[in-house]
């Protein structure tokens, strides 16, 4: 979202439309100050979502946010939801009324992109970066050091499997919608391979929260990624 932010110039005048999705990019622009910003998403869940996190934001504080959202542990969020929950609307409190297994368990990493990722951790990056090496040796400083830990990842055995996991035809496999790839480029495996390497090539994991995630599972240091 930061290139969003830098190219979008938004002004204190501006009326800003957004897809909701899951809410970063609708955050960010509401942290420029628009005169206003319109949320639009076909998929309800995301408009429940940033509907709930956005009344989060307003009531708890930093610290009651971050365990409310599943950062860090917390055995409170079913407390934090209640007193949320008179303050969404009718719509919203139903949907997440029915799904307190997700609020319990901390709604930020629970979505399909993060289940997806975690599936290709085991699957196929554990076999290439030694992941728990690699979380013990951060920060790791500089991208000469990066590079070291990721060597592998430029073999063509690692590029094939990664460009296969994330094609087109597997997505569908695994569970994306179709309609959600109706505009996806066929090579989608192979874009997404090279802007994964061109991350690790300009940019440090310490400061790239996506990356942590991508990794690890999680974020490591909420304030530093931020």
Known sequence: ???????????NSDNVLSITSSGCNAFAILAQRPKSLTVVDLNRDQNHLFELRLKAIKK?????FVLFQ?????????????QLAPEISEEARMYWDGRQDIVEQGMCYSGWLFTMFADFRENVLNHYVNL????????????TTQKKHFIKVYDQDFRDKFITYFSKENQSRVGRKEVQMKYAKDDMGEQFYHKFVNSLETSLIDNNFYNQIFFFGKILDLKHSF
């Open 70 to 82: 599943g950062f860090l542990p917390s055995s409170d969020r079913l407390r934090f939801y209640q």
């Open 132 to 143: 728990k090496k690699l979380e013990t040796d951060m920060p790791l400083h500089n991208l």
């Open 60 to 64: 708890l504080t930093y610290d009651e």
């Open 1 to 11: 979202f930061n290139v969003l932010i830098k190219w979008l110039e938004i002004k």
